[in-house]
């Protein structure tokens, strides 16, 4: 008995070895609204962190839309989706979703973490493989060993080798959400049909910024659902709001409403929120020159960083990641930038690969030309130290 250590020990332990490696995390409370211009401690910052890559978050007229859905909604959805929590706007965003991204239909989740646990935890079993690349996002991770089904990592970027005797499950993040780059979807939907698994697109990074009318990653290789059976996206980045969705055959939607145990045993989203992000639909498929300003910061950030001699990752994405290595050193350059007025917080293990922090930097359409000549005028003050 006297061996058996109470867990809080191994907590103090823990979180001491945490912070002796330079991983441990803190909180950050913004006293306003998500955008470009937040304030910590009472501290104006320019924020070059949020997913918020449209800018529309905290726009007038998701706000608007957002107390409209209230006023016609009220507030909370008071129940799960399969007892007596649907309503009107989660189906009107379900049907418009699938228009917009030419799908057989679409279902709403509460979270871009939860589609993707019960999504591949209802498709598998311990007789089935799951392969993923290996920089996928956790969640993903997390439905493959919640699933029991075998787990194969392939390397970033390349397609695994499929074995046909068990069913399998090929999945990937559509943009890599900690390097901004694409997944090889040409790559990925030949080794899956040859292999005859099902590909499962995380595309969270992707949608209302990827492709000319933001539809993704799909878009952007020019593929549709019989290429990609399943898509999900999530709705708190580029939409601006929360929540998220699989979009695919009704067959197998249908199955996930039957089974997908992230989906019948939780609260549905509030329906303001979904009566909201109609209205966040409806603008990207409409402004299409937040898309387009995006991409212009994005080249303008790049052609300067990279003279700056930063090693940039192959991003065409918002996400610009500049990697740095050593814990600490990111740490300290995050650190730097917050005391010149920057919000870039720090990426470290176990988020990326170990020996890979790095400052990830992401662009929005609220970003103006000058705040991200001023994010390289800083970043280059931090040079030396940053690529000692
Ligand atoms: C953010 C993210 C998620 C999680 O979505 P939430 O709605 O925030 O839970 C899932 N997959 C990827 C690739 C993501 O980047």
Redesign the pocket.
């Known amino acids: 008995m006297g061996s058996v250590k109470p867990v809080w020990r191994r907590v103090s332990q823990e979180l001491e070895g945490l912070r002796s490696q330079g991983l441990y995390r803190v909180r950050r409370t913004l006293e306003g609204p998500q955008g470009v211009n937040v304030e910590v401690d009472g501290r104006p910052l320019i924020n070059f962190s949020s997913?918020d890559y449209l800018g529309l978050a905290s726009s007038p007229a998701l706000r608007e839309a957002m107390v409209e859905g209230v006023q016609r909604y009220g507030v909370g959805s008071g129940a799960s989706h399969l007892i007596c929590g649907h309503a009107t706007p989660h189906h009107a965003l379900e049907e418009a979703l699938a228009h917009f991204l030419r799908r057989d239909a679409v279902l709403l989740f509460s979270?871009?973490?939860?589609a993707?646990l019960g999504i591949i935890s209802s498709l598998c079993s311990r007789h089935d493989t799951v392969y993923q690349d290996r920089l996928n996002?956790a969640?993903?991770i997390d439905g493959a060993r919640l699933s029991g089904a075998r787990l194969v990592r392939y390397a970033h970027g390349t397609s695994p080798v499929i074995e046909r005797d068990r069913h399998g499950l090929v999945v990937t993040?559509g943009v890599f959400?900690m390097d901004g780059d694409l997944a090889n979807l040409p790559l990925l939907t030949k080794s899956s049909r040859e292999g005859e698994a099902l590909l499962v697109i995380?595309d969270?990074?992707g949608l209302g910024v990827i492709g000319p009318t933001g539809r993704g990653i799909l878009e952007h290789w020019g593929m549709s659902q019989e290429d990609c059976p399943l898509l999900?996206g999530?709705?708190?980045?580029a939409f601006g709001t929360?929540?998220?969705f699989v979009a695919g055959p009704r067959d197998l939607l249908d199955f996930l409403v039957q089974k997908s145990r992230t989906y019948i045993y939780t609260t549905a989203l509030p329906p303001a929120l979904a009566h909201a992000t109609l209205r966040s639909l409806s603008l990207i498929q409409t402004e299409d020159w937040r898309r387009v300003y995006l991409k212009r910061l994005i080249h303008r950030f790049r052609a300067a960083a990279s003279g700056l001699g930063f090693h940039l990752l192959d991003s065409e994405s918002p996400i610009q990641p500049i990697v740095i290595g050593d814990n600490g050193v990111a740490l300290a350059a995050s650190q730097q930038l917050l005391e010149r007025g920057f919000l870039v917080i720090p990426v470290r293990p176990p988020t990326v690969p170990k020996g890979t922090a790095r400052l990830r930097v992401t662009l929005t359409a609220g970003h103006t030309e000058r705040q991200v000549d001023q994010l390289l005028d800083a970043l280059s003050d931090l040079a030396p130290g940053v690529m000692a």
């Open positions: 997913n979270s871009g973490y939860m993707n996002h969640s993903l993040d959400s995380d969270a990074h999900v999530t709705l708190g980045k929360f929540g998220a």
